[in-house]
């Protein structure tokens, strides 16, 4: 299998993959560190007739590729967590209107303008719960280049499937550090192209009516079909409606399709988790110094094993509940005051069990450091 080899920058490694993945419309506004994806994309997109736009913030940036995705573009824009901010309400319209679009946030040190150039995954909950109002969303991330393109692709791939907002929840390590990385050739990785409907023009066209499949086809806007997108709960048509059985009908479609659908979405890594009798989860960075430890504390016969989170949302608990029901205890090993670690106590049987390894200073945390930690919850007699 022949395979073209790059020593890159991850934010190059999220180009490459979204390239890859037929991305063809670019919108967006430098911000650290998440500002070499815009770099690179503005060279490479013209080069295949594709559009670059830097926009004037980052509110127009998320408006542009909501406007591109409906007239039939792949499209994607990059931020950082201020930036991310701003494009909640325009997130919120691409998941209500059903709009596929990737937003990458490379994350850094906050809140407001925080710590720019250091590192941080403090917008877990954000990417949930930052929009108005009860939704769903996938939420994707990696800990090393290769696992990166291929979540990009799949980032690519589940916007496609259930027309959806789908962000890649990077951050700044991930982002700037340099890594090799196989590039797969052309057909190599499955793509989900976009599903368009195969209804005539003149015939009655229902642009919001699942298939039994639950996907649901698009036609390009401006294009042979007439129909109405907006923000506000619609009927099958588009149209404005404040029917409650339309509004209920269109919210559980709305989550169910993503929730319903978490065992094809979630995507996770295990290691030496056969025997482990202590957990450790974790993700993104911080997965690089989880697995350092684990693979160390092995070669000394200690029973330690990994789950590397890929999916955060939606959050898959089946993974915890079922792969942690025997743990003597787990750390949660992540740069936040503890988000991801509140998920898995509400998914395990003995929450008291859980416990906290992180660091919020914007320095990258350490194999030291959990090794720290750890040898405090071994000094309790847990």
Partial sequence: MTQNIKFIQGNEVCVEAALYAGLTFYAGYPITPSTEIAEHLAIRLPLISGTFIQMEDEIASICAIIGASLTGNKVMTATSGPGFSLMQEGLGYAIMAEIPCVIVNV???????????NVSQSDVFQ??????????IIAMTASSHQD???????????AETYRTPVILLLDEVIGHMRERVFIPEPGELP?????????KEGVDYHPYLPREDGRLPM??????HRFNVTGLVHDMWGFPSNNPTIAKGLMHHLIDKINN???EI???????MDDASI???SYGCSARSARHVVENRRKRGEKLGLIELQTLWPFPMHVIRNRCANARYILVVEQNMGQLVHLVKMNVARPDKVFLCNRIDGVFISPTDIRNVLRVIQGRGV
């Fill in 127 to 136: 990417a949930q719960w930052g929009t108005h109002g009860d939704h769903a």
């Fill in 191 to 199: 793509l989900v192209e976009r599903l368009k409907t195969a209804f």
């Fill in 279 to 281: 957990i450790l989860v």
């Fill in 219 to 224: 036609s390009d806007f401006g294009g042979i």
């Fill in 148 to 158: 990166l393109f291929e979540i990009t692709v799949d980032a690519f791939n589940m």
């Fill in 261 to 263: 659908n978490v065992h």
């Fill in 107 to 117: 994350q850094r040190g906050g809140p407001s303008t925080g710590l720019p150039t």
């Fill in 266 to 272: 979630a995507r996770y890594k295990e290691y030496h």
